[in-house]
Structures are given as structure tokens and as C-alpha cells.
């Protein structure tokens, strides 16, 4: 079910919906059959800090503005024929309000989809939307669905987590490719599929994407800002999810890593046993750069001076 995104000929005209920090624009650069084929020209997001760490990192200043109030000719500028999209979550998550299309934060899409059904000049070539698992349930994605089908969309859909692909996370998320078909084509529209677990010599340890510790320091003084405060362990402690170095698995991090412990991210065990009290066991949270590691950023990515630990993982939850 492997849809090609280039040919020979094909040069890709990109644009990055609801942008973030770029995870899709680095994914992109990351791989040198598609980088050389085309490249970003546009990125939307109305987060200001987001999209300073976007253009330290690609040279590229987001449009801050809402996506409800783009027009047609403003999009039409562009001539992209790939859009890569992921929209705001809440309206759909587990731990949002699940308002679905009611919800305001829903709008942005609704808005993409009504001017794809209204002038054929925008359509792209190839559409990618990536959102929480719940979407695929959700009235916006009947919308998206019947939106592709009558414009002649094939379309193709999965649940994918990373520990499926061998990685040491917990992320599952939906993934929705829309291409479009050529004149007397028919269309292919995929129901939503679980991709099985990939076959592994190994599981991957978090232990290869952890920062190393200096073998003359003690784990709690190396990584000293990023302890759990004393204070959480009393409070919170037995709602963590504890980890360690050999792990092979991890929750999911949310934007709210680092405020709050319950639901937001797993912890890391540097020192002590699993069994030893909750103060001996050096808990300390994942570096922002930890994380940038193992959702696949590369080593050069770098958020800037004046975003904080906090801003950086409202950043990355969002991501």
C-alpha cells in the first residue's frame, strides 16, 4: 500500500501546515531521495516562540497567522502541490476536551478543506495529516474523508507507534497520505491500518538515546536542573512512570512534561534499585535534547537562547 512521493520528473513545492518546531520539515531534510526533489516554501503557525525556534533551524520565518483566514489567491501564490498538516490535537485527545469540529481550535482544517473543494488550481498533488489516535473516529475525519473522496483522492491510513518500528517510546498516532489521482484513474480509499510490530535483531534501549554521564560526576549532580523536585516525590511520586537506562519503552511526553506528573511522560531512575525509596533513586526528567533524540531530530537542531526547559517541552509535546 506504499504510495511513491516522487517520480523522475516530479519537482515537490511543500508547504508545512500548523508547523511547530518542524518535525515534518525535518523529516523531509533527513531524507536525501526527497530533499533533493523539492523543498519547504511556506510554514503556518500561530505560536511566536515556535516559530523563532522554526527559523533558527531552517531559515524559514513562519506566517504567524490563523488558517481560518487565509484566502484562496494567498495560498495559490505558492503553487505547492505537497501539504503537510497536523493539526492541534485537543479537539480529539484523550486528554483534551473532545469538542471535535465544535471545538474552535478545529476551524484551521475545516478552513483547509473547504478552499481544497472550492478551487481545483490549490489541490496538491500529495496531502500527509498526522494527528492523536481518536481523530480517525472523529466527525473532522469523516470530513477529511469525504472532502479527499469526491475531489479523487486515493488515500491511504494507519495507527503507527514508534516501539513498532523498534523505538523505546510510546507514541501512537494516525496517519492519513492522500494523493491525487490522474485523469481516468480510480481512486484506492484505505480503511485505517495497524501496522504490526517490524521484525528486530533487538529492541533499542533508551540507553542509546540518553545523554552519557561523566564517570567522575554523580547522575544527580550532572543532571541537577532537571531532578525531580523533593517536593513531587512526596506529592506525586507513586504516579510516575519510572524508567531506567535499560528501558525499552517510555510514555508519551505531552506539553505538559515537567509541570505536571501524572499522564505527561515517564521519569528517569539514575542511581538506586527499582525497590529503593523514591528520594535514593536520582529521578530526574528527560533533557529537551533527549527527547529531540528520540523523536528523530537531528544532532544540529537547537531551540535557542531564551526558550526555557518549560517552553521547550510545551514545544515538543506539541510536536
Not at 17 to 44: C, E, M, N
Not at 177 to 196: E, F, M, R, Y
Not at 248 to 274: D, L, P
Request: charged content about 25%; overall charge positive; some cysteine.
Amino acid at each position: 500500500k506504499r504510495q511513491n512521493m516522487t517520480t523522475e520528473q516530479e519537482t515537490l513545492t511543500i508547504i508545512e501546515f500548523f508547523s511547530g518546531i518542524g518535525g515534518y520539515h525535518s523529516a523531509w531534510k533527513s531524507r536525501p531521495t526527497l530533499r533533493d526533489k523539492g523543498q519547504v516554501v511556506a510554514a503556518f503557525d500561530i505560536n511566536t516562540i515556535a516559530n523563532k525556534v522554526y527559523q533558527r533551524n531552517y531559515n524559514l520565518t513562519p506566517i504567524s497567522k490563523t488558517l481560518d483566514s487565509l484566502t484562496i489567491s494567498s495560498l495559490a501564490r505558492y503553487r505547492a502541490n505537497v501539504w503537510l498538516m497536523s493539526p492541534p490535537c485537543q479537539p480529539y485527545s484523550r486528554l483534551g476536551n473532545r469538542k471535535d469540529i465544535e471545538d474552535p481550535r478545529a476551524r484551521s482544517l475545516i478552513r483547509l478543506l473547504e478552499m481544497l473543494a472550492e478551487e481545483e488550481s490549490i489541490r496538491p498533488d500529495y496531502l500527509f495529516l498526522e494527528n492523536v489516535k481518536g481523530f480517525e473516529t472523529s466527525q473532522a475525519h469523516q470530513l477529511l474523508m469525504k472532502t479527499l473522496k469526491e475531489l479523487n483522492y486515493s488515500i491511504s491510513q494507519y495507527l503507527i507507534c514508534p516501539s513498532q518500528l523498534g523505538l523505546p517510546h510510546s507514541r501512537l498516532r494516525y496517519y492519513c497520505l492522500a494523493k491525487k489521482t490522474k485523469n481516468g484513474q480510480i481512486p484506492s480509499i484505505g480503511q485505517v491500518d495497524k501496522i504490526p510490530p517490524f521484525t528486530h535483531d533487538s529492541l533499542q534501549t533508551l540507553g542509546s538515546f540518553l545523554e552519557p554521564i561523566p564517570s567522575n560526576l554523580d547522575p544527580r549532580e550532572h543532571f541537577s536542573e532537571f531532578l525531580v523536585p523533593v517536593s513531587v516525590l512526596k506529592k506525586k511520586g507513586l504516579l510516575m512512570d519510572i524508567i531506567d537506562r535499560s528501558s525499552t519503552q517510555s510514555c508519551c511526553f505531552t506539553k505538559n512534561y515537567g509541570r505536571y506528573v501524572e499522564g505527561s511522560g515517564s521519569v528517569i531512575r539514575e542511581s538506586g534499585r527499582h525497590d529503593s525509596p523514591l528520594e535514593e533513586m536520582g529521578l530526574r526528567y528527560f533533557t529537551p535534547k533527549e527527547i529531540l533524540k528520540l523523536y528523530g531530530f537531528p544532532e544540529t537542531f537547537v531551540f535557542g537562547d531564551g526558550v526555557s526547559n518549560l517552553q521547550q517541552y510545551r514545544l515538543l509535546g506539541n510536536s
